[in-house]
C-alpha cells in the first residue's frame, strides 16, 4: 500500500515569506507527527496530533510555527515570515495508534527539503 | 543537551564482517528504543526495537543489545551487506503519557565496502 507521502519535496523561498508544507499519512493511521532534521542533527519532535486535534505541540520552536489536521488525515505545518533559521528537512510520520512503547512504529514521509534565501 | 547520543559520525567495515553501531542515552525515563535507517532523500525506515525489560532483540541479521545499567545500546549486523549502507539513527521514547515521542541521536553513516 501507499506510504506516507509529502508535498512539495522540495521549496525554495525567500525571508520573511509564507510557507505550507503537506502530508499524506498512510490510510487509517490516527496518529501523524512533524519532525524537523538539520543539517548534521536526527530528525527533532514539533509536533503531535491525535485524529483532529493537537495532541502535543510542545516541539514547535515558536509562534511562526503552526499545524493542522482538520480531517484526521491530511496535514499541513505552516510556517509565517520565514527565516534562514528555519531550513531544514521536514519530516512528516504517520503510526496506527500513538503509543510507541507498545510497538506502535512511525513510517516516515521523504520529507520536504526547505530553503529560506 | 543531547538525551540520546552517537558518538561515532561513521563506521566502515567490509562486507560480510560485522558491524556495531553505538548509542548511549542519559534519560532514565526512557523505556523503549529503536533503531532507523536511512537511505539518501528517503525517510527513516524503521529496522528494530527493544524495550526496557529486555537485553536482546534479534530480527534476522540485526541484534539490538541493550545495557540499562549503562545506559547503553548497540545493534549489530551480521553479515553486513552493501546494501546496508545508510545513515543509521537510535532513538528512544519515555514511558507514559509522552511515549509517542522519539527522541533520535545524530546518527551513524555506516559504508559497507564489497
Known amino acids: 500500500g501507499a506510504g506516507v507521502s509529502q508535498t512539495p519535496s522540495n521549496k525554495v523561498t525567500e525571508k520573511g515569506k509564507y510557507v505550507e508544507l503537506r502530508c499524506d499519512p498512510i490510510?487509517?493511521?490516527?496518529?501523524l507527527y512533524w519532525y524537523r532534521q538539520s543539517l548534521g542533527q536526527g530528525p527533532e519532535f514539533l509536533i503531535y496530533?491525535?485524529?483532529?486535534?493537537?495532541?502535543?505541540d510542545s516541539g514547535l520552536p515558536n509562534d511562526r510555527f503552526f499545524a493542522v489536521r482538520p480531517e484526521g488525515s491530511v496535514s499541513t505545518l505552516k510556517i509565517q515570515r520565514t527565516e534562514r533559521g528555519d531550513s531544514a528537512v521536514y519530516l512528516c510520520?504517520?503510526?496506527?495508534?500513538?503509543?510507541?512503547?507498545?510497538?506502535?512504529?512511525?513510517?516516515f514521509g521523504p520529507g520536504t527539503r526547505l530553503t529560506v534565501l | 543537551d543531547q538525551q540520546v547520543k552517537q558518538n561515532s559520525p561513521s563506521l566502515s567495515v567490509q562486507e560480510g564482517r560485522i558491524s556495531i553501531l553505538n548509542c548511549d542515552y542519559t534519560?532514565?525515563?526512557?523505556?523503549?528504543f529503536l533503531w532507523y535507517k536511512k537511505y539518501p532523500a528517503e525517510g527513516p525506515t524503521f529496522l528494530i526495537s527493544?524495550?526496557?525489560?529486555?537485553d536482546k532483540n534479534e530480527d534476522g541479521r540485526f541484534t539490538v543489545f541493550l545495557n540499562k545499567s549503562a545506559k547503553h545500546l548497540s545493534l549489530h549486523i551480521v553479515p553486513s551487506q552493501p546494501g546496508d549502507s545508510a545513515v543509521y539513527f537510535c532513538?528512544?521514547?519515555?514511558?507514559?503519557?509522552?511515549?509517542?515521542?522519539?527522541?533520535f541521536g545524530k546518527g551513524t553513516l555506516l559504508t559497507v565496502n564489497p
Open positions: 510520520a504517520s503510526s496506527l495508534t500513538g503509543v510507541a512503547g507498545g510497538g506502535d512504529t512511525q513510517y
Open positions: 490510510s487509517g493511521h490516527t496518529a
Open positions: 496530533f491525535q485524529g483532529t486535534g493537537a495532541a502535543d
Open positions: 534519560n532514565s525515563m526512557f523505556d523503549y
Open positions: 527493544i524495550s526496557s525489560i529486555k
Open positions: 532513538a528512544a521514547s519515555g514511558r507514559g503519557g509522552s511515549n509517542y515521542k522519539l527522541t
